[in-house]
T-cell receptor, first 114, second 116 residues
Framework: NAGVTQTPKFQVLKTGQSMTLQCAQDMNHEYMSWYRQDPGMGLRLIHYSVGAGITDQGEVPNGYNVSRSTTEDFPLRLLSAAPSQTSVYFC?????????????FGPGTRLLVL | AQKITQTQPGMFVQEKEAVTLDCTYDTSDQSYGLFWYKQPSSGEMIFLIYQGSYDEQNATEGRYSLNFQKARKSANLVISASQLGDSAMYFCAMRDIASGYSTLTFGKGTMLLVSP
């Protein structure tokens, strides 16, 4: 299993540009989510999905869009990039049921918006 | 709303010594789960240990143990016999009831530096 994969690893954007961060998992997990990590802030939830066709907002959803058409993929779209979106983005997946189900994280995408 | 508080921005420890990283939490839920993750300088998130609120014993995983004090709402991570490779950022997290437990709420993290 590849686990959770994210592309690209690094990206530089200009203000106003749009882009899609890709996330895929091959563990047949129902749950997928996107977090952003900023210095001194920990990880904050952007959007999440509890299954194909079902998404919801997290703590910091503004400026981001998601959809989930398949169990495997959960892309994150930046509609019009802003310098405030400079961050490290993590995708995670997990399964439902049972105690101790951990989140499996992707390697992260470093995004710089100029 | 749930909240995780990590009050130690940074900790220093000498190799082979034990270190405790503090974590307190706030939740109105009776059933909850607490996690610790390690983030080395390479950036990946590494799961360390899990504690369920109804677990009678403190969780242990090798050199990691979780000092769970339910009445005080604390879930401190204890690393025994620190190694240089333990230098990293450590995050305490809780399953988020608002997302149906499908996501985590994280603390701001503690940077641990292990010196020779």
């Amino acid at each position: 299993n590849a686990g959770v994969t994210q592309t690209p690893k690094f990206q530089v954007l200009k203000t106003g540009q749009s882009m899609t961060l890709q996330c895929a998992q091959d563990m047949n997990h129902e749950y997928m989510s996107w977090y952003r990590q900023d210095p001194g802030m920990g990880l904050r939830l952007i959007h999440y999905s509890v299954g194909a066709g079902i998404t919801d907002q997290g703590e910091v959803p503004n400026g981001y869009n998601v959809s989930r058409s398949t169990t495997e993929d959960f892309p994150l779209r930046l509609l019009s990039a802003a310098p405030s979106q400079t961050s490290v983005y993590f995708c995670a997946s997990s399964y439902s049921g049972g105690d101790g189900e951990t989140q499996y994280f992707g390697p992260g995408t470093r995004l710089l918006v100029l | 709303a749930q909240k995780i508080t990590q009050t130690q921005p940074g900790m220093f420890v000498q190799e082979k010594e034990a270190v405790t990283l503090d974590c307190t939490y706030d939740t109105s839920d009776q059933s909850y789960g607490l996690f610790w993750y390690k983030q080395p300088s390479s950036g990946e998130m590494i799961f360390l240990i899990y504690q369920g609120s109804y677990d009678e014993q403190n969780a242990t995983e090798g050199r990691y143990s979780l000092n769970f004090q339910k009445a005080r709402k604390s879930a401190n991570l204890v690393i025994s016999a620190s190694q240089l490779g333990d230098s990293a950022m450590y995050f305490c997290a809780m399953r988020d009831i608002a997302s149906g437990y499908s996501t985590l709420t994280f603390g701001k993290g503690t940077m641990l530096l292990v010196s020779p």
